[in-house]
């Protein structure tokens, strides 16, 4: 019982990234729609920073907290005295890579964006 809860913080974490990569996270379309199309890829540049520094620090906690884990060889309170650091390595793992793919999409946005402004001209 135990293992299969462990497994729900990495799918949950190990699972986030691929999900944002194909845009299946909340996303807030009245806003989104209401806006002109130049307003609205600013909006996605702007929610793709804020989920990389959120992301980020997340990423560093997670390193920091699962690097003390494993120096001072905490373990969890269970059946199986699991160390504590193999449940929480999902953390900086899973949100490093939600960064990266944080970048991918602000960019890709910042692509369209640029796109927009030029066929403008």
């Not at 729609?33 to 929610?47: N, V, Y």
């Not at 980020?56 to 905490?74: E, L, M, P, Q, R």
Request: charged content about 15%; overall charge neutral.
């Amino acid at each position: 019982i135990e293992y299969s809860a462990y497994t729900l913080v990495y799918i949950a974490f190990l699972g986030s990234p691929y999900i944002l990569k194909n845009h299946g996270h909340v996303n807030i379309d009245m806003l989104e729609t209401a806006l002109k199309p130049a307003a609205s890829q600013i909006l996605k540049i702007c929610t793709n920073i804020m989920g990389l520094v959120i992301s980020g620090v997340a990423c560093f906690y997670g390193t920091i907290v699962t690097h003390s884990n494993i120096i001072d060889n905490v373990h969890i309170l269970d059946t199986m005295h699991t160390p504590q650091w193999v449940l929480v390595i999902a953390i900086p793992v899973g949100t490093f890579f939600l960064s990266i793919q944080f970048i991918r999409n602000g960019l890709a946005e910042v692509r369209k964006l640029k796109e927009l402004k030029g066929g403008e001209k």
